[in-house]
């Protein structure tokens, strides 16, 4: 069973910054891409940063040039440092990961269950 989990959620004030990171643990063959994304209260999910399994980076417009996601392959762990976090950037961040379970099976989407971020003086 593939599980995700996130880290490194908390309260922030207005200019501060964060790191969330994401773990995934089970038996699996091999990782594709790591995203992150995030959902504010009554708001929709939304894309906020990915990296595929050669290191491209792409980001959501309202987090360029703040963010910045890596990843450490050999500890299947994605993370988002997050910079100049405003109170528009509190959501619960959620990581995605495309996880092929075998050799020859299809890549499938692995959720984790998220990580409250509060921007607020």
């Known amino acids: 069973q593939v599980q995700l989990v996130e880290s490194g959620g908390g309260l922030v004030q207005p200019g501060g910054s964060l790191r969330l990171s994401c773990v995934a643990s089970?038996?699996?063959?091999?990782?594709?891409?790591m995203d992150w994304y995030r959902q504010a209260p009554g708001g929709e999910r939304e894309f906020v940063a990915s990296?595929?399994?050669?290191?491209?980076?792409m980001y959501g417009d309202k987090v360029k040039g703040r963010f910045l996601v890596s990843r450490d392959s050999t500890k299947n762990t994605v993370h988002l440092q997050m910079h100049s976090l405003q109170p528009e950037d509190t959501a619960v961040y959620y990581c995605?990961?495309?996880?092929?379970?075998?050799?020859?099976?299809?890549?499938?989407?692995?959720w984790g269950q998220g990580t409250q971020v509060t921007v607020s003086s």
């Open positions: 995605r990961m495309e996880i092929r379970l075998t050799i020859t099976s299809i890549e499938n989407d692995y």
């Open positions: 990296i595929s399994s050669i290191e491209k980076t």
């Open positions: 089970g038996k699996f063959y091999s990782i594709f891409d």
